[in-house]
């Protein structure tokens, strides 16, 4: 097949494609080129569709078809045919089986509109990730709407022990930005049982909600309500949105919608006509082809204008290519340029050229777009698939090159501190927990003899990510040591592994309440929120020291604290250090407690730090 020849033929620029509703009429369009034939199933009426140029079938519907259900028959060799489920759908009945036509109007919660709260730069974020189902199913959590989304609108929500719980919650933490694991349409989950579990990295409909994350999955305007909802609260309560998306990879290749529409352009194919299954799904996106990358854009371009969304997360950008990512980054910019783009850059697959990957090594090509980082990560805590494997706050003081790339915000810093090639800082996600793999806690918990250690280490694991300079990306649960009964991949484990377990709130109260106190210097100081290479080179400077210490100032005459000193010492035994300058230094941050008011004073240039421990001090 000759995709260039294709692009070139049938390449179609309008935004006009699926279901095109007022309330006069809906017009439908579809883009299949090489369908012999394609008809509309509208309820239960089967209408002919005319082919017009580029591929596109066409018919316009003179009536009010606002929550009416329809899909296509499609024949691409003339003969057999295929009912398929519009890839433009905006919604769905219940478990994706067919779309539906929506008058997006109908759907907007009382006193919905655009507005957002202020933000401005990238670095600036602190990003909480979590699970609409795992935040709230707890029966711990106070929240009446549980596992779905308007549980997500709920404010004032309490657990038994009276501590805050949900939406609350997450706003006393202190964050920016909430993420949202995904709530397109996924494949796994029955949307007519409250049984299944899946975090729904499984796409089937790439432009609608899932219903099972919706009170009334059969109604296709509740889902759209209810979302709806959840944002305005969010947004209500000072925070922005951002969401996970999967453009990647499809759930299953051989039902999916796009082969049966158009087969063989979708996916990239091998020489021996077998697909590419760099995702590990069976399958791979071709975001390079002309019609699969416009698909891309709309749907984010979509999401962002209906939805009002703050941000997306791409799971495993790097198998999608430069140019979409890119084109995606521009689209987005003309809605609103505070919109975050983050992803995951893992170089993988084998079937575009490495020079054409969005991935990490290739950050230099992707402005504006954040890329997770591993690195820092694994220097942090560990190699991530090895359970014994220690990072630097266990002990293994040779990973600390690693954390101090991350510290800077992963640019060339200097000959030695350096991670990526001509980058800005906002365009590194800083993390030491996510929903895949281990939780901090369990990966501490299989790789540390020293059980009672285990709290000290993962608060200083969790405060240098928070301190470092990029982009803040917090699991939720990782500011209550979240553990999930140290099982890595949790997918489709059920309630009881993945669930946030409020109860742990009150037994890590401390733990809440100091990294609450970490997120809010972070928030407070600009000398921790840099934007720029130059700046981060002039201001920080490493102080040298034994491979157990981390220490570095950063003089910033814009920042209220106009010398910040930050000390991590990832050794359990107490150390001394050698300031390089003399200063009366207010200490603030010191063996797990934060007074913003001082704790104590140091008046010369020798620092006691105890082990495992964070100390933050300044001078105004």
Known sequence: MDFKLIDARYYYDRNDLGANYNKEETEFKLWAPYAKDVKLILCDEIIDMEKLEKGIWSVTIKEDLHSNFYNYYISVNGEYYEEVVDPYAKSLSVNGLKGAIIDFKRTNPEGWNDLKPEFEKAVDAIIYELSIRDISIDENSGIKNKGKYLGMSETETHTKDNLKSGLSHIKDLGITHVQIMPIYDFATVDETTDDDYNWGYDPLNFNALDGSYSTDPYDPTARIYEFKRMIQSIHNEGMRVIMDVVYNHVYDIDTINFEKIFPGYYFRKNKNDEFYDGSGC????????????KFIVDSVVFWAKEYNLDGFRFDLMGLLDIETMNTIRLELDKIDSSIIIIGEGWEMGEALKFEDKACLWNAKYLPGIGQFNDDFR???RGNNFDTKSIGYIGGNFSKKISVLRGIVGGIEYS????????????????YVEVHDNYTLYDKLKLSITDENSIKKRHM??????ILSQGITFIHSGQEIMRTKNLEHNTYNLGDEINKFNWSRKKEFLDVFEYVKGIIKIKKEHPSFRMNSCDEIRKKIKIIDSEDSIIAYTIINKNDLWKNILVVHNASDE???????FELEWNVV?????????????????????DGLNTIIAYNL
């Open 282 to 293: 069976g399958n791979e996106v071709a975001s390079e082809r002309k019609m699969v990358r």
């Open 378 to 380: 694994d220097g942090i």
């Open 415 to 430: 000959n030695e501190i350096k991670h990526l090639q001509d980058i800005s800082p906002n365009q590194i996600v800083n």
């Open 460 to 465: 200083l694991g969790t405060a240098i990510a």
């Open 574 to 580: 107490l150390k001394t250090i050698e300031i390089p």
């Open 589 to 609: 941050v010191n063996n797990e407690i934060i007074d913003l008011n001082g704790i104590k004073k140091i008046k010369n240039n020798i620092l006691e730090i």
